[in-house]
């Protein structure tokens, strides 16, 4: 009997199929591809019979009773690692996949949001290039010293990504990035200030300038891989982690990891799989970020020990940035959602400012 199969969407979107996907990744690191299986809706035959105790539907599905009539699993559960904080499904869909399970998954959840499904949290997975990083950094302080030198106040470099607030109704998005480079990109910000909008896609610059008005004044015309990118964060005291398409970002992590002091979107009813370290900075939507900044560089200048401790806590799940064998608290922490008496409560609740100054 295999342990998971995953039952991919009617849309795949990834190069590489499902095989590439976050959650497949994650559970090979644990588990053998004896263990682990994945098929597309076109290679159901109810001729051939395969045994599972986790029976894993990627949504958006077009999946029926009859075609699941080879399928023999313990436990069905819905997964859907798009963006969205809803679950990309039709009504019709949803009635169907209910009738087989009460669980389903996803990047993040949004706890002030109602769902169909009982919600769990999907892991994310993040390529090699932190860790290959992160062993470059250690292989330099271990050679030339620890070199803590941040010249730097606040970086963020992104795209003008805007957060979806509803998905029916009034448009509400939010384009945070946006409010707060228009804060820190002036001639009066009292703090070094260094990144901006990149310019590289020059389609949806376009796009967004329609809606945002002219948006030259916030591009920056240096490009950044990932490398030259993390090398900046680790020169910055304060990473800005506004809101992209969603509440959370990869850029959480990597600000950690960086020993940034992370200012970031308002993720106090946000829940991730990976819970967010204690020590960041939780700015209220439209809120003014200068006093979020001397807060930043207060905790960054006092305390730095704050920063060191974010990523001792990261460290409980990642090895070096990513999922190992040898942290097995993430597969525990995956299994127990499956368990209906799993506690979901906000696991990552985090520190308002006003308890980082008590703290401080």
Sequence with gaps: MLKFVLLGSDYCHRKGGLRSSPLFQFLLTFYSDREVCTLQQQQLDPRRIISTEFLLIETPSSLSQEKLRGIRYQKAIVFDDSDSWWLNESEEQQEFLSSLTDFAVKSHVDRTCQYPFRMGTLPLYRKKKLQQCLKYKAWRDALFGKHNRKDTD???????????????????????????????????????????????????????????????????????????????????????????????????????????????????????????????????????????????????????????????????????????????????????????????????????????????
């Design 154 to 360: 606040l970086f963020f470099i992104g795209a003008p990504t805007r957060l979806q607030r509803v998905l029916d109704g009034p448009n509400q998005d939010y384009n945070q990035r946006l409010e707060w480079l228009s804060q820190v990109m002036t001639e009066n910000f009292p703090y070094r200030f260094v990144g901006g909008l990149e310019c590289s896609n020059q389609e949806l610059i376009k796009q967004f300038g329609n809606d945002d008005g002219d948006l030259s004044p916030y591009l920056v015309s240096q490009r950044y891989n990932f490398y030259s990118y993390f090398r900046q964060l680790c020169r910055s005291k304060i990473a800005l982690v506004p809101t992209g398409f969603s509440r959370w970002t990869y850029r959480h992590y990597e600000a950690a990891y960086a020993k940034s002091v992370m200012l970031s979107t308002d993720m106090s009813n946000i829940e991730l799989f990976v819970p967010l370290p204690p020590h960041l900075i939780n700015v209220p939507d439209h809120a003014p970020l200068l006093p979020y900044v001397e807060q930043g560089l207060k905790i960054y200048h006092d305390h730095p020990e704050l920063l060191e401790s974010n990523i001792q806590f990261l460290e409980q799940y990642y090895e070096q940035g990513r999922f190992s064998k040898r942290r097995p608290k993430a597969l525990e922490r995956f299994l127990d959602q499956l368990n209906p008496g799993f506690n979901a409560c906000l696991t990552n609740a985090q520190r308002s400012p006003e308890q980082h100054q008590k703290t401080s």
